[in-house]
Nanobody, 121 residues
């Protein structure tokens, strides 16, 4: 069993900051890319940022310069530092990771349960 557990969402004023965390646990053999997605009401889920096991990062244009993704491989955890938040960043944020369980040679895509981020005055 592999699980992703997110934390750190909440309500913040425009211009504020939040940090999201996502910890993977269970029978983990290896973790490849880890990513953050978000889904606003009435919209499709979109990629926010991703990071490879080697540390290479990729960001959506809408968050470049404001959000930073990082990971701690020893803790199987990925973070999303969000600065200069805007009302349009309001969404449910989901963690995604490509993980090979110890029992297999196959890599699977796992999702967290989602955490709400609301940017409002």
């Amino acid at each position: 069993q592999v699980q992703l557990v997110e934390s750190g969402g909440g309500l913040v004023q425009p211009g504020g900051s939040l940090i999201l965390s996502c910890a993977a646990s269970g029978s983990i053999g290896s973790i490849n890319a880890m990513s953050w997605y978000r889904q606003a009401p009435g919209k499709q889920r979109e990629l926010v940022a991703s990071i490879t096991s080697g540390g290479s990062t990729n960001y959506a244009d809408s968050v470049k310069g404001r959000f930073t993704i990082s990971r701690d491989n020893a803790k199987n955890t990925v973070y999303l530092q969000m600065n200069s938040l805007k009302p349009e960043d309001t969404a449910v944020y989901y963690c995604n990771a490509h993980i090979r369980p110890t029992s297999t040679r196959t890599t699977y895509s796992y999702w967290g349960q989602g955490t709400q981020v609301t940017v409002s005055s």
